[in-house]
């Protein structure tokens, strides 16, 4: 693994985000499940600090998804960033998941300190378009640079693995092309945390 110093990391930002050797693009990101309420609340202002620190800092690649604090995350880094486009910044984000309403509901079994909303997972056509047109929305933009499939896999699905997979390489990559096709995104792939999966989608589907 490369060891990336301070000075790179600040570097890197004056130069538009990349580091020397990451065939341009970010080495270092900011994730954004945290400010979303992973495991503990974390306050707006507690939320806008993190961000601008990272910004401050030299750090222009940031990740986030519905997923995180059921929009809570990506509404926050919209704000935060608001001011930055056009300064080199890289935002990522993701589908495979829709986010539903519970009236008066309690944070759910996610790990996210958020209440009044549950994430249900959907890799339909529909669900990849619906999905991504309301982070455009909470995030504050037009398109994002990178578009991630997310939480695709055997260890995530079990037993419905091989249904969930037919219907991610049949449904929601081909729409993820489409939107990037269109100019909604620069480049597709996968936010996955396991290995096996990424190797049997990239032998049918192109990713970047």
Request: aromatic content about 6%; proline content about 5%.
């Amino acid at each position: 693994m490369a060891v990336v110093s301070g000075r790179q990391v600040r570097e890197a930002g004056r130069a538009g985000g990349t580091v020397p050797g990451a065939a341009g693009a970010p080495r270092l990101g900011f994730g954004g499940a945290p400010i979303g309420n992973l495991y503990a609340e974390v306050s707006e202002e507690d939320a806008r600090a993190a961000i601008e620190a990272a910004w401050a800092a030299g750090i222009r690649h940031f990740d986030t998804a519905p997923f995180y604090g059921y929009g809570l995350s990506e509404r926050r880094l919209g704000r935060a960033l608001a001011g930055h486009a056009g300064q080199g910044l890289v935002l990522s984000t993701k589908v495979g998941r829709r986010i539903e309403e519970v009236r008066g509901g309690p944070p759910g079994g996610d790990g996210f300190a958020v209440g009044g909303h549950r994430a249900v997972f959907d890799y339909s056509r529909d669900g990849v378009l619906r999905s991504f047109e309301a982070s455009l929305q909470r995030l504050g933009v037009d398109r994002v640079d990178t578009l991630l499939l997310h939480d695709v896999g055997e260890l995530t699905h079990g037993p419905r693995h091989a249904d969930v997979l037919r219907q991610a390489l049949d449904e929601a990559l081909p729409a993820m092309a489409g939107l990037k096709a269109v100019g909604a995104c620069a480049a597709i792939g996968l936010g996955v945390n396991e290995e096996a999966v990424c190797v049997e989608v990239m032998a049918p589907f192109p990713l970047d």
